[in-house]
Every structure is written in C-alpha cells, then in structure tokens.
C-alpha cells in the first residue's frame, strides 16, 4: 500500500473513532480488526506528536487537540472525496466532435433548441454546423462525412426509407404551389398538368423541392418549363415577388406571403413532406450520436 493511500486510511480510522467514541465500532464500519484500528492511531499520534484520544470508561474521547485536528482531518476526506467524483465524472463526459447537417431556416428545424440542450447536457461535445440542401445533406450522413443532419422526404417515405439510416420524423407539413402576384388566372382551378406549362424556378437535384416534382411530374411525362435555377428559400421567395414563375413553398410561408405580398397560392394542388432527422443506423449508439439524438428528443418533445 502507498503511503498515500495509507495515510487517507489513517485519516479515515482517526476520524470514524472521533465520531464514534470507540475503537471496535470504527473498526467495524471500516471492516478492519481492532488491532488494526490501534496501530493506525498510535501512528498518527506519533506522526502529530499529539495525544489525540483519552480512554473513558465509555470509550474513547478526544482531547483538546484531537477536536482541533478533526475539523482539519475531514475536509481532507472531504477533498479527496471531491476529487474522487471529479475523476468519475470525467471519464463518462462525452466528448468529441459533432458534424451536423442543417437545411431550411435554424426556426423550422428548432436547431436553437438543439444545440441548447446538447451543450447543455454534453459541453464537451465540439459541434461543426453544415448548412445544405436536404440531399446533399442526406448523401454525406450516408457517406460519414456528417454524423447527423436534417433531411426532407415525401411524406409517404418519412417512416420507411433506408435501412442504413438511423430515422426520426420530427413534424408533417404541406408544400404550396406558389405564383407571382396577378396570376391567379393562370393558376386557380389549375391541375399539374395545367401548371407545368407555366414558368418554373428550377432547384437542383438534391433539394426537396425538386425530388417532389419529379415524383409528380414524372408519372405524367411532363416538364415544367424552367426559367430559373435557384438553390436558396430567399432568392426563390425575390424571383416569386418579381414575377418570374412558380415555385413550391412551405404553407406557412405561402400563406403569410400571400396575406403580405399578394402571392397566389394554386387552389388544386399540394405536396405533403415530412422533416426528419437521420444518421447512419450502424453509429447511432457512440456517445457522441446517442448525445445529439437524446438533445434531439427533448427539442423536439
């Protein structure tokens, strides 16, 4: 035994005696012999230079000196018992990086909230945000260039989809076919295929809205006709007030941008999406995952 650990015991009989007034019952709450408990004493008796304890016919009682070192001798366990739980508390901190995925607005996604509670929760988890659109996001989970994110799916597949991925759908929402301010002609009482003769702003392949329309639009056979390429809300939402063609937006903007701007929303049709959070199935149990799917839940409960 070190000395170290044996002066902490010595400490430990000295002050369990002080308490208990006897040599036998500090032995058995340490489950050591009497003899032992003894030794220990005499040593720190010796090592002090202080008589430490009288024998009464009742037990043991400390004298002046002992009660003046007990204070001491206990925030000395006290100390090491800190530290102690100091050690165990940093080996089950959670740390390391965590690359994460965003689309849309921070607000739709509740990332704020997020990203409170993880670092709330595991501070020394380091979060590396990404912003993309849903497929591109999608593709670097399943590729472990991030480690979670955000992704868009047609409502029908927000339960299903890829067995590799690890899957939560956090809220269901409508898309809107949107037009320019004094199209309502052009769009009211309008089916797709009425629709998709008019000016479209095209998005690339991996964001939503377009994967949304090719399921549409590609049963039929048709193509929209494309007047613009635009792969971010803003810019879509300028070029709709500007007049230059219709586009998909989520219903709550649609609404408050049709009430604000005039914009008009086609009565006949709508697509229904679903918002989910993913990572790779074969991950979601390391520490640092099972920390963000944990801060997901109680962002999103």
């Known amino acids: 035994m070190t000395a170290a650990a044996m002066d902490l015991q010595i400490l430990r009989a000295f002050v369990l005696a002080a308490r208990e007034g006897s040599v036998s019952r500090a032995a058995a709450r ?8 003894s030794l220990q004493l005499k040593r720190l008796a ?3 230079g202080l008589q430490l304890f009288t024998r009464t016919p009742h037990g043991l009682a400390l004298t002046a000196d002992g009660a003046a070192l007990l204070p001491q001798a206990e925030r000395v366990l006290a100390a ?3 530290l102690q739980q100091a050690a165990r508390n940093l080996q089950s901190t959670v740390r390391g990086a965590l690359r994460i995925g965003t689309i849309l607005d921070p607000e739709f996604t509740r ?7 993880l670092v709330e929760s595991a501070p020394q988890i380091e979060t590396e945000l990404r912003h993309g659109m849903s497929g591109t996001v999608l593709a670097q989970v399943l590729r472990g260039e991030l480690d979670v994110g955000f992704h868009l799916d047609a409502d029908g597949d927000a339960d299903g989809g890829d067995a590799a991925l690890a899957a939560r759908t956090l809220t269901r929402f409508t898309y809107r076919v949107v037009a ?11 089916d797709w295929k009425a629709l998709a003769a008019l000016p479209w702003l095209a998005t690339p392949p991996e964001s939503a809205h377009h994967r949304l329309l090719e399921r549409v639009f590609g049963p039929l056979g048709l193509a929209p006709r494309r007047v613009a390429l635009v792969d971010q809300e803003a810019s879509m939402l300028d070029l709709l007030k500007s007049g230059v063609g219709l ?6 903007i649609a609404i408050r941008e049709s009430q604000a701007h005039g914009l008009v929303l086609a009565d006949r049709v709508q697509l229904d999406c679903a918002l989910r959070f993913v990572s790779l199935a074969a991950r979601r149990n390391e520490p640092v995952i099972a920390s963000a799917w944990d801060a997901l839940t109680r962002a999103w409960t």
Not at 111 to 117: A, K, N
């Open 30 to 37: 340490l489950h050591l012999t009497q003899p032992a408990v």
């Open 46 to 48: 010796e090592d002090t």
């Open 80 to 82: 090491v018992g800190d």
């Open 111 to 117: 990332l704020g909230m997020f990203l409170r509670e």
């Open 180 to 190: 320019p301010a004094g199209w309502g002609p052009q769009v009211t009482g309008r």
């Open 247 to 252: 586009s998909l937006l989520r219903d709550s």
